[in-house]
């Protein structure tokens, strides 16, 4: 892994050598923050409650959230996932799922943080949304 200033480091110890480079007194690498953080226990309690409340789960294989969505038809499947896929590449942050006539299957983890940050959880509410849009 590289941080900002190309130096190679370790996942999770900060970069003192692209600290220095760059002039910086914080430092620059290390564990991410904001919306590609880990969601901290109390945020995802918070955050996780309303998704548990409308189908999803917790996986028992990763750190990640799970859902089936089921529609009447293949059309009304490949619609709703054409309305995630837009969201998810519009933010960089693309579900691992797959597709069976009118069943869709979707899994969210952030990847780079190895656990469910608040990307998996702002793309799980667009997910409900457009589910609900495209059932009607």
């Known amino acids: 892994m590289l941080c900002a200033a190309g130096v190679s480091v370790r996942a999770g110890v900060p970069c003192v050598v692209g ?5 910086l007194a914080a430092p620059l690498c290390g564990r991410p923050t904001g919306r590609r953080a880990l969601l901290t226990e109390e945020e995802r309690r918070d955050a996780l409650a309303p998704l548990l409340g ?43 799922w797959s597709n069976c006539y ?23 509410t667009f997910a409900d949304t457009a589910a609900a849009v495209t059932s009607e």
């Open 102 to 124: 009118g069943r869709v299957d979707v899994t969210l983890t952030s990847h780079d943080v190895r656990g469910i940050s608040r990307r998996d959880v702002q793309l799980a």
């Open 19 to 23: 600290r220095r480079l760059l002039g």
């Open 54 to 96: 409308t189908g999803w789960t917790l996986s028992a294989q990763q750190d990640a959230i799970q859902k089936t969505f089921r529609f009447a038809n293949f059309r009304q499947a490949w619609a709703f996932m054409s309305r995630v896929a837009e969201e998810a590449e519009r933010h960089n942050h693309h579900p691992d």
